[in-house]
């Protein structure tokens, strides 16, 4: 059965930095790309960014080049995203998937976490 869990969400201030991560078990994570989504109050679900499987690659959405960075360790299964110079609008579930960039396809999902960005 194939889990994956994010954590380090929470309250946190504008203009700060936050940092989530998401543990991934019960698939070979070295074979997928993964990717981070969000979804803020009464809005969409919005691509947040991807890695490449090795990590060599990492893909971010316009809105948020310049503020965040992606990471994995394939080693232990786990993916990492900063998020730089948090607005209020940066308030979101956050979410991590597991699929093919490529393909822009996503089969596995995690729960997500809750980020309040307080100004």
């Known amino acids: 059965q194939v889990q994956l869990v994010e954590s380090g969400g929470g309250l946190v201030q504008a203009a700060g930095s936050l940092i989530l991560s998401c543990s991934a078990s019960g698939l070979t994570f070295s074979e997928f790309d993964m990717a981070w989504f969000r979804q803020g109050p009464g809005k969409e679900r919005a691509y947040v960014g991807a890695i490449s499987r090795s990590g060599l690659n990492t893909y971010y959405a316009d809105s948020l080049k310049g503020r965040i960075a992606m990471s994995r360790d394939n080693a232990e299964n786990t993916v990492s995203m900063r998020l730089d110079s948090l607005k209020p609008e940066d308030t979101a579930d956050y979410y991590c998937?597991?699929?093919?960039?490529?393909?822009?396809?996503?089969?596995?999902w995690g729960q997500g976490t809750q980020v309040t960005v307080s100004s």
């Open positions: 998937a597991a699929g093919s960039v490529s393909s822009n396809s996503w089969h596995y």
